[in-house]
T-cell receptor, first 112, second 115 residues
Framework: AQTVTQSQPEMSVQEAETVTLSCTYDTSESNYYLFWYKQPPSRQMILVIRQEAYKQQNATENRFSVNFQKAAKSFSLKISDSQLGDTAMYFCAQNAGNMLTFGGGTRLMVKP | DTGVSQNPRHKITKRGQNVTFRCDPISEHNRLYWYRQTLGQGPEFLTYFQNEAQLEKSRLLSDRFSAERPKGSFSTLEIQRTEQGDSAMYLC?????????????FGPGTRLTVT
């Protein structure tokens, strides 16, 4: 069975600053993918970034980057230069072939 | 717009009634997924299709729930004899099944309220 845990229910950050969201997971699969999805208030879920488990290099997408620690089964998301539009629920998810398994989410508030 | 679409966006129904939701995936995607999301929680997997074949169903999908994907295009999710516990957001996602491709793209969801 796969599990995903996000230990920070809520976080806040000042505009232009950097914030890191935590995620840990558990799986018995050797080949899997990890994702961060963003869900703005009353809007649909958007894929932010993905990481293939077999790649050692951490994924980066513009202001978003991950710190993937495979041995520790940790997958954190760093948002640099936070913008007001980053305010949303962030979900960490894992996929080993079929369904996505999601964490409980972190509500991020970016303050002006 | 070539993204995943879902209809209706909102549905209010009385307990005991049947409801049906529709999902139109991204056209070239052969996989289609249904998830349920309750307030403040992450989505939970319900079922998925590869083309027209329903390949996996979650234990969350009771016998009151049925999903179809005729001809491997759009999909419908029907809930019979709705209960208040069925109130949730029902999300559809689509993706390309294949080696090394695991991304899923979500629609806006259908919010169901059972009164």
């Amino acid at each position: 069975a796969q599990t995903v845990t996000q230990s920070q229910p809520e976080m806040s950050v000042q505009e232009a600053e950097t914030v890191t969201l935590s995620c840990t997971y558990d799986t018995s699969e050797s080949n899997y993918y990890l994702f961060w999805y963003k869900q703005p208030p009353s809007r649909q879920m958007i894929l932010v970034i993905r990481q293939e488990a077999y790649k050692q290099q951490n994924a980066t997408e513009n202001r978003f980057s991950v710190n993937f620690q495979k041995a520790a089964k940790s997958f954190s998301l760093k948002i640099s230069d936070s913008q007001l539009g980053d305010t949303a629920m962030y979900f960490c998810a894992q996929n080993a072939g079929n369904m996505l398994t999601f964490g409980g989410g972190t509500r991020l508030m970016v303050k002006p | 717009d070539t993204g995943v679409s879902q209809n209706p966006r909102h549905k209010i129904t009385k307990r005991g009634q049947n409801v049906t939701f529709r999902c139109d995936p991204i056209s070239e995607h052969n996989r289609l997924y249904w998830y349920r999301q309750t307030l403040g929680q992450g989505p939970e997997f319900l079922t998925y299709f590869q083309n027209e074949a329903q390949l996996e169903k979650s234990r969350l999908l009771s016998d009151r729930f049925s999903a179809e994907r005729p001809k491997g295009s759009f999909s419908t999710l029907e809930i019979q004899r709705t209960e208040q516990g069925d109130s949730a957001m029902y999300l559809c996602a689509s993706g390309l099944g294949g080696r090394g491709i695991y991304e899923q793209y979500f629609g806006p969801g259908t919010r169901l309220t059972v009164t």
